[in-house]
């Protein structure tokens, strides 16, 4: 029997069209899987035959795609970002949205040459993190997901584009027990409250675990937002891809973990909110003794004990000043806060965990071109610090 490409295509349009609306791109996908050719191959040559084997793997294919299976996991791959993706039942299918992260990131990135370390959140087949890898060469990620299936299929992603030495893959619930700094942190989370996710099609196709963002479909960004804080050095970059509804709130959620950030919502290019775009406060703040500050400015350069003492002077990123006040310096009178540019510090930064928690550490006297401004750290009633006077 002479099957043409014509008349399989044809055949395949023909029962695809009822339960698809790209009945023909899906013939054209499928028939270009199995004979291992390029889609342009199936274009422009309708009178090539296929064989009895190849035949009767379309139609099986077939068949699972009318009984409601998506075509990327009938043919076990995908493409995202110009790059071909292995996937199965267990992680989500790439989306063409998701790349807007991807150029997000790429763009901070080459603007930011010496930040190199980042950590990709749930990363399901490992499209986003390996795009940005493949990309960049000298950037070294961690690919983190809750499921030890999509890990697996992450890792496969990863050995198929050469790029296993240049990535770490963590078993992990978003961010827990995974220790930084990071320079970027990226994350494509579940974000469709599960109610709505009941009534969906994709929630019977694809893994309800990659999907499930909770009763508001922000739970699981806003656990990472927390978590965020703890691993994200100062003038770090934060993308997180959000549903269409959501720009308002996750914004507003942001802007009240993260104090004096540049916070952005971006639209994707059907013009529907799609990315929250967070980049973190590039200054730093240690707290002080007004007479210490005193005599910093007629030495003309700031040391306090502590670098005698431990080595370092301890210094705190914004949203941590108050934690670091109320445990140290309670009932302490008349304090100062350093705002300092990390930039202009003129000595080394290491990023170090304290309890759990990431301090900067300034390894190094603070030159005072660095501080460019000062503001008061007042206690209320009982000596408590409640709020902050930011830089004017």
Same mark, same amino acid.
């Given at each position: ?8 295509? *044809? ?10 609306? =790209?009945?023909?791109?899906? *013939? ?5 899987? /199995? ?5 342009? /191959? ?9 064989? %009895? ?62 930040? $190199? ?5 749930? =990363? ?33 992603? *990863? ?11 963590? %078993? ?6 995974? #220790? ?27 893994? $309800? ?20 804080? $703890? ?22 959620? *942001?802007?009240?973990?993260? =104090?004096?950030?540049?916070?952005? #919502? ?13 980049? $973190? ?38 949203? %941590? ?14 304090? #100062? ?5 990390? #930039? ?40 408590? /610090?409640?709020?902050? %006077?930011?830089?004017?």
């Amino acid at each position: 029997m002479d099957i043409t490409l014509q008349k399989i295509q *044809a055949q395949l349009v023909e029962q695809l069209a009822p339960s698809s609306e =790209t009945a023909l791109l899906d *013939a054209q996908v499928l028939l270009a899987h /199995f004979l291992e050719k390029p889609r342009s /191959f199936i274009l422009a040559h309708p009178e090539s035959s296929l064989t %009895q084997t190849q035949y009767e793997s379309i139609c099986q294919a077939v068949e699972r795609l009318i009984n409601g299976e998506p075509l990327p996991y009938v043919i076990g791959h995908w493409e995202f970002y110009g790059l071909d993706f292995q996937l199965t039942p267990a992680v989500l299918i790439p989306r063409p949205e998701t790349e807007l992260l991807v150029e997000r990131a790429l763009s901070w990135l080459r603007n930011h040459p010496t930040q $190199r370390k980042a950590i990709d959140v749930g =990363t399901g087949s490992g499209c986003l993190g390996i795009s940005l890898a493949k990309h960049i060469p000298d950037l070294h990620l961690v690919l983190t997901d809750i499921s030890s299936q999509a890990l697996h299929v992450a890792q496969l992603n *990863a050995e198929k584009h050469g790029l296993s030495d240049q990535l770490e893959f963590r %078993q992990a619930n978003l961010m827990d027990g995974i #220790v930084g700094p990071f320079d970027l942190i990226c994350a494509n989370l579940p974000y469709i409250p599960n109610s709505l996710l009941m009534t969906l099609p994709v929630g019977k196709r694809e893994p $309800r675990i990659a999907l499930d963002g909770g009763l508001s479909g922000t739970e699981l960004i806003g656990k990472l937002l927390k978590q965020g804080r $703890r691993h994200l050095v100062s003038g770090g970059f934060m993308l997180l891809e959000i549903e269409s509804s959501q720009g308002d709130e996750v914004k507003a959620l *942001a802007k009240s973990f993260y =104090t004096l950030s540049i916070i952005h #919502v971006l639209k994707d290019l059907s013009c529907q909110d799609r990315c929250l775009e967070i980049e $973190r406060s590039s200054l730093l703040v240690h707290i002080c003794p007004r007479e210490e500050w005193l005599q910093a400015q007629s030495l003309g350069i700031y040391q306090d004990k502590s670098l005698q003492q431990d080595g370092f002077i301890h210094c705190s990123q914004p949203e %941590q000043v108050l934690e670091v006040a109320n445990r140290f310096y309670l009932g302490a009178p008349d304090l #100062v806060l350093l705002w300092l540019d990390l #930039v202009k510090l003129g000595s080394e930064i290491r990023w170090e965990y304290v309890d759990g928690a990431m301090f900067p550490h300034i390894y190094g006297p603070i030159n005072l071109e660095a501080v460019i401004s000062t503001s008061e750290l007042q206690p209320e009633i009982g000596g408590v /610090f409640r709020t902050i %006077q930011l830089p004017g």
